[in-house]
């Protein structure tokens, strides 16, 4: 990841950046800007972003997980890269990140579903060592099957 970037915790002067990044990157099954607003800063969630140093830059790109408070799993909700920052490692960061706080905040599962056909974030996510266990049939709106997958913290 180039130097100039850092992982942060999500702020309020991030949100209506992260619905933009949404809008683009997803074509359906979008995170609403409530949505967005709601996991900043809730205590049973964690949002971070990717964004360059300085103060006021807005994010490339964003992790969503969350956690039912009894339990140890955390599930990964939604990662996304804007398109001009992608192939940099911004999603590999992210996700490390993510592994790291929750780890801190007592998770000890990590776990996730995503497209059959989303080529891409299948790869990040074996490359980061989650393992498959099961499919959702028909899980998204286009009617593709979900992977799920796993990894331990
Ligand atoms: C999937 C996504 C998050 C990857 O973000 P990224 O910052 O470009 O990923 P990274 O640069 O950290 O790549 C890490 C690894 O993921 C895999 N990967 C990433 N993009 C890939 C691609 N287009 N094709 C194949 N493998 C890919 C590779 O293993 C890569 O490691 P390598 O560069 O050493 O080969 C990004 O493409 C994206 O935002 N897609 C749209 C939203 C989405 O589908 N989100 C996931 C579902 S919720």
Known sequence: MPP?????PARPADLAALAALET??????????????????????????AAERRASAPPLGYA?????RQGVSA?????AIAAEARGQGLA???????????KQR?????????AVRNA????????????PFGRYRAYYQDGQDALRMYKPL
Do not use: M
């Open 4 to 8: 100039r970037l850092v992982i942060r």
């Open 92 to 102: 590999q960061r992210l996700l490390q990140a993510s592994e790291r706080q929750l």
């Open 24 to 49: 683009r990157s997803f074509t359906g099954e979008r995170l609403s800007p409530a949505r967005f607003q709601h996991w900043c800063g809730a205590d049973n969630g964690l949002l971070l972003v």
């Open 120 to 131: 891409a974030a299948i790869a990040l996510y074996q490359k980061r060592g989650f393992i």
């Open 106 to 114: 007592g998770r000890s599962r990590y776990t996730l579903e995503v």
């Open 75 to 79: 599930r990964l909700y939604s990662i």
């Open 64 to 68: 969503l997980s969350f956690w039912r």
